[in-house]
């Protein structure tokens, strides 16, 4: 069934657990997650960056993660990540999605401020929750980069001041974590986490968890992380089953065959990831 993040979140936040928040690039992965959801009886949220919706747009993913969450009674979100303006996120809104991520973090902490609080007030008219982001999370992901960025991590007393000006429902916070493919071992700041989860009442959004070892994980989500971003991996196992195909049966032509390779190894991957952040059994 479609709901939105909120009500998903807030039994996480009520339960001490965490939601995945799966990053979808086709037909093939939506249907791989949702297999997962429904094998661990988890709660989900599916979402698309702005990148993915160049490839196709919100209408398309709306309306294909909508007909599958409508035939389960798994609580299924459909999410933007890192919309990165006004635009785009007015767009997903307006498609159906039934959660919205606004990203000014690129911007000075007053435009991020006016940004978000722009989107949050068409959204919340609608009766949908917004995400947004302070602080920024390393690495790039889609058109987004902060490879160079100087000051990691997000200021807790900023963080208190941007929710109760922008009246956001949920923070993605920068603790050391970044967007794509590691190229060492990530080093989440358990300080700055608990130091912002002590002066915030609303569910905290980990993002760039692809990586990240599961022991930091567990540890973010005791903490007080209430959604947790994948993308990265997904996409790595969706090809690496595509990979395993077509050396197994080089001269293989149908892509309901090979995807069903991909389909498996994402299947295996979000099963993995939900016994991880604890959602099993939540739905």
């Given amino acids: 069934m479609l ?7 807030s039994d996480a ?3 001490k657990y965490a939601v995945g928040a799966f ?22 949220i599916m979402e698309t960056s702005t990148g993915t919706l160049k490839y196709a747009g919100p209408e398309v993913y709306f309306a294909m993660i909508k007909a599958v969450a409508e035939h389960s009674s798994i609580p299924v979100a459909c999410h933007l990540d890192h919309g990165n303006t006004f635009g ?18 690129k911007l000075s902490f007053g435009e991020n401020i006016s940004l978000t609080k722009s989107v949050v007030e068409v959204c919340h008219a609608g009766g949908i929750p917004v995400e947004a ?7 790039k992901e889609d058109d987004l980069d902060n490879t160079h960025e100087t000051n990691p991590f997000t200021d807790p007393e900023e963080a208190v001041e941007f929710v109760s000006r922008t009246n956001c429902d949920f923070l993605a ?3 050391g974590t970044a967007h794509g493919v590691y190229k060492g071992i990530p080093q989440i ?7 912002i989860h002590n002066a915030l009442s609303i569910p905290l959004v980990l993002h760039g968890t692809s990586g990240v070892p599961d022991d930091q994980v567990i540890q973010a989500v005791s903490m007080g992380m209430c959604k947790v971003n ?16 077509m050396q197994e049966k080089p001269e293989g032509f149908d892509p309901k065959k090979y995807c069903a390779y991909g389909i498996e190894e994402v299947r295996k991957y979000v099963v993995d990831r939900m016994r991880v952040i604890g959602s099993c059994n939540k739905a």
């Fill in 173 to 175: 916070i920068a603790i």
């Fill in 189 to 195: 700041n358990f300080d700055v986490l608990n130091k």
């Fill in 23 to 44: 990053n979808v690039e086709n037909m093939d992965m939506i249907l791989a997650v949702m297999k997962a959801a429904e094998e661990t009886k988890s709660p989900i």
């Fill in 88 to 105: 785009i996120a007015i767009r997903a809104f307006k498609a159906g999605y039934t959660s919205i991520m606004i990203d000014g973090s």
């Fill in 3 to 9: 709901v939105t993040s909120a009500e998903i979140l």
């Fill in 230 to 245: 994948y993308a990265t991996d997904l996409r790595i196992a969706f090809t690496n089953g595509i990979k395993a195909y």
């Fill in 13 to 15: 936040q009520k339960n």
């Fill in 133 to 139: 982001e302070l602080g920024r999370v390393g690495g």
